[in-house]
């Protein structure tokens, strides 16, 4: 059974309360998330995404929670067909401590009024701090050598030791430096690196601290942030338009950067389309793109590349639309 039919069933009382309840629960990729064992003061959430797979638009009207060790946030309260959303758990690290369960209750009440519920769980250490509670390297530059650093305390066992950090980002160096031991309490100072050949984008991963305490080894710690391109493109898609076959259009792709450099090629896969980029040293330039419609019919849609000689050959990316007329219309 399509699934867009499901709401005539509801409407039609042949779903019982409990079923009547799955067509919102079905938008939901999961239900219960487990922290696993977090550090005090630690930056700790999770997203529960969903999906409208309905005709219908969907509304969350609120969410509200059973423990205030959860505080609950709607991402998106309006979903269109296909849209995407989300509730963010985000565990209150700061005011609790211990073994913490939680049940976040999402309202819809749009096309129809509906429940779900979201199950958290997880165990707030309480004898290790961390500060700050993330690796925040905000915006980074493509090519800087960024470093950020972090305060673990421990108190409990004089010996207590970080014996490994574990990462999946392998532009990540962390290097721990003990700076105290004694009278039962450590202290680490995580030196974390960002390599300056880290590719532009926003990244969101997650460090992993492994001690030599059996009872509980691991602990992790977020770490964020958003490498910025040397270079920008615009308009972020191309459009040319609609065109006769045999028709010719010009338009111009501006690529910036924050310092002088050189457009070094410009591909293409399709030959309709042309370029004339110059061989001058500026932080501005121009691209003329010079596109000709074929003789078939129908939608364009090609990716173009801008490669520059700017640290490794970095390259931009826009994609460029038309429509070519069919003549017998």
Same mark, same amino acid.
């Given at each position: 059974?399509?699934?867009?039919?499901?709401?005539?069933?509801?409407?039609?009382?042949?779903?019982?309360?409990?079923?009547?309840?799955?067509?919102?629960?079905?938008?939901?990729?999961? &239900?219960?998330?487990?922290? %696993?064992? @977090? =550090?005090?003061?630690? $930056?700790?959430?999770?997203?529960? !995404?969903?999906?409208?797979? +309905?005709?219908?638009?969907?509304?969350?009207?609120?969410?509200?929670?059973?423990?205030?060790?959860?505080?609950?946030?709607?991402?998106?309260?309006?979903?269109?067909?296909?849209?995407?959303?989300?509730?963010?758990?985000?565990?209150?690290?700061?005011?609790?401590?211990?073994?913490?369960?939680?049940?976040?209750?999402?309202?819809?009440?749009?096309?129809?009024?509906?429940?779900?519920?979201?199950?958290?769980?997880?165990?707030?250490?309480?004898?290790?701090?961390?500060?700050?509670?993330?690796?925040?390297?905000?915006?980074?530059?493509?090519?800087?050598?960024?470093?950020?650093?972090?305060?673990?305390?421990?108190?409990?066992?004089?010996?207590?030791?970080?014996?490994?950090?574990?990462?999946?980002?392998?532009?990540?160096?962390?290097?721990?430096?003990? &700076?105290?031991?004694?009278? %039962?309490? @450590? =202290?680490?100072?995580? $030196?974390?690196?960002?390599?300056? !050949?880290?590719?532009?984008? +926003?990244?969101?991963?997650?460090?992993?601290?492994?001690?030599?305490?059996?009872?509980?080894?691991?602990?992790?710690?977020?770490?964020?942030?958003?490498?910025?391109?040397?270079?920008?493109?615009?308009?972020?898609?191309?459009?040319?338009?609609?065109?006769?076959?045999?028709?010719?259009?010009?338009?111009?792709?501006?690529?910036?950067?924050?310092?002088?450099?050189?457009?070094?090629?410009?591909?293409?896969?399709?030959?309709?389309?042309?370029?004339?980029?110059?061989?001058?040293?500026?932080?501005?330039?121009?691209?003329?793109?010079?596109?000709?419609?074929?003789?078939?019919?129908?939608?364009?849609?090609?990716?173009?590349?801008?490669?520059?000689?700017?640290?490794?050959?970095?390259?931009?990316?826009?994609?460029?639309?038309?429509?070519?007329?069919?003549?017998?219309?």
């Amino acid at each position: 059974m399509p699934r867009i039919l499901l709401f005539a069933l509801v409407l039609c009382g042949v779903c019982s309360p409990v079923s009547a309840q799955e067509w919102a629960r079905k938008m939901f990729n999961g &239900t219960n998330h487990d922290f %696993g064992t @977090v =550090a005090r003061a630690s $930056q700790t959430d999770f997203v529960f !995404e969903l999906q409208n797979i +309905y005709k219908e638009k969907i509304h969350i009207a609120g969410v509200r929670t059973s423990c205030g060790c959860v505080t609950p946030t709607i991402t998106k309260p309006t979903l269109d067909t296909w849209e995407k959303g989300g509730i963010r758990a985000k565990f209150n690290t700061h005011s609790f401590l211990g073994l913490r369960t939680a049940t976040i209750t999402v309202t819809i009440d749009k096309p129809y009024y509906a429940e779900v519920q979201l199950s958290i769980r997880g165990i707030i250490r309480g004898d290790v701090v961390f500060d700050p509670g993330i690796v925040n390297f905000d915006s980074v530059d493509f090519g800087e050598q960024a470093k950020r650093n972090v305060d673990v305390s421990y108190a409990g066992r004089s010996d207590w030791k970080i014996v490994d950090i574990l990462s999946a980002n392998t532009n990540l160096v962390v290097t721990p430096v003990e &700076t105290r031991r004694n009278n %039962g309490r @450590v =202290a680490y100072e995580l $030196q974390v690196q960002l390599k300056p !050949e880290t590719p532009a984008g +926003y990244f969101n991963d997650e460090m992993i601290l492994i001690t030599n305490d059996r009872r509980s080894e691991q602990i992790p710690i977020r770490v964020e942030g958003l490498v910025e391109s040397p270079i920008t493109v615009s308009p972020a898609a191309l459009s040319l338009g609609t065109l006769e076959p045999g028709q010719t259009v010009t338009k111009n792709i501006v690529v910036r950067s924050k310092k002088p450099f050189r457009i070094t090629n410009v591909n293409c896969e399709d030959d309709c389309f042309e370029f004339v980029p110059t061989d001058e040293f500026k932080p501005l330039h121009l691209v003329p793109v010079k596109f000709t419609a074929a003789n078939t019919p129908g939608k364009i849609s090609e990716e173009i590349e801008i490669e520059t000689d700017l640290g490794n050959g970095t390259a931009g990316k826009i994609l460029a639309t038309a429509t070519v007329r069919d003549e017998s219309e």
